[in-house]
Each structure stands twice: as structure tokens, then as C-alpha cells.
């Protein structure tokens, strides 16, 4: 379902500033409509999944949630509280890839960060602070984690990429 909707939200954005509603068909038939409050919140609703989706726009950042109260958020800042673990120390976020998720008795967050640092030193940091290390992976300027801490799953995956070290953290909590 999210997929569908991540289609018409971006169809929703094509079509940003629309004062009445515009309908489209997606690529298999079914009508969408696209509606711009006055508050500057854009509802789209698919025929197919005969859901609503409601799509906000800010300055850095897209929410999308549908009427079930599950959200995507793409863009914006991620907080080591979020993530429930720390930042590695001078590492910056490189702002084009946070996305966080929460529905269906799930939490997901995910921050993309660099830092000159290498790989080594990222993944040494982060081992005795994600848990218990499932799976550890390292090849020549790669490196990934996979560990389960309480009820979270941990991915971090660090590769080195055009002089810089990228550092990619994805916590789940829940089922």
C-alpha cells in the first residue's frame, strides 16, 4: 500500500498548487485525486486502495500518513534520541537520505551520515553499542552490522565512497 502511495504522493507534487482538485489515473486505470487544503496539506486518495493518503510538504521534509495513522516522513533531521543510539563523533548528516516510518506496531529510522574517518573506526565505535552482533560482514572499504538490542533490529552498513566514509544506520523497534 505504501508503494502505491508513494506514486500518488509523488503525482501530488507534480501537481502542487492546485486550487480544486485534479484526478489522474495511475498506470493501471484507477483514479486518484488530488486535493490542496487551504492549510497547505495535500490529501490524495486512490480509488484502488480506497484509502486516503495526506501529504505535507515543509521546507525539508515530506510526511506522508494514511487513515490508519501510519506516517513516512523523507528528509528533515534525525536525532540520536530518535535513533536511540549516538551519532559517530564528527560524523555529519548528509541531509538527502532520513526517513523514518511508524505503523503497524512498527518504528523504523534510518540517517545517512559521513565523516573522513575510516571504515574500521566507524564499525569499532558502533560494536558494544548495538547489542548482540548477529552478523558482521567486512570487506575491503565495506563493512555491515545486523544486531538485535531488546526489541529494536540494528542495520548499520559503512563504506568508503569517493574520500569520504558513509555511515548508513537503520533502527526498527517493534514486531
Given amino acids: 500500500m505504501y508503494f502505491r502511495f508513494a506514486i500518488c504522493a509523488l503525482i501530488a507534487a507534480a501537481a502542487g498548487g492546485c486550487s480544486k482538485p485534479v484526478t489522474v489515473k495511475d498506470e493501471e486505470g484507477d483514479k486518484v485525486t488530488i486535493t490542496e487544503g487551504s492549510d497547505g496539506k495535500t490529501t490524495v486518495e486512490s480509488e484502488a486502495d480506497g484509502g486516503n493518503l495526506t501529504y505535507e510538504s515543509e521546507e525539508d521534509r515530506v510526511t506522508m500518513t494514511d487513515e490508519e495513522g501510519n506516517v513516512v516522513q523523507y528528509g528533515g533531521n534525525v536525532s540520536e534520541e530518535d535513533l536511540g543510539l549516538p551519532f559517530y563523533p564528527g560524523s555529519k548528516e548528509t ?81
Fill in 95 to 175: 541531509g538527502d537520505s532520513v526517513w523514518t516510518a511508524e505503523g503497524i506496531g512498527r518504528k523504523s529510522v534510518t540517517s545517512v551520515r559521513t565523516t573522513s574517518d575510516p571504515v574500521s573506526s566507524v564499525i569499532g565505535f558502533y560494536r558494544d553499542k548495538v547489542g548482540m552482533i548477529d552478523n558482521e560482514i567486512n570487506w575491503e572499504d565495506t563493512a555491515s552490522i545486523l544486531a538485535t538490542d531488546e526489541n529494536r533490529k540494528i542495520f548499520l552498513n559503512v563504506s568508503r565512497v569517493d574520500g569520504r566514509t558513509e555511515i548508513a544506520l537503520t533502527v526498527t523497534e517493534g514486531e
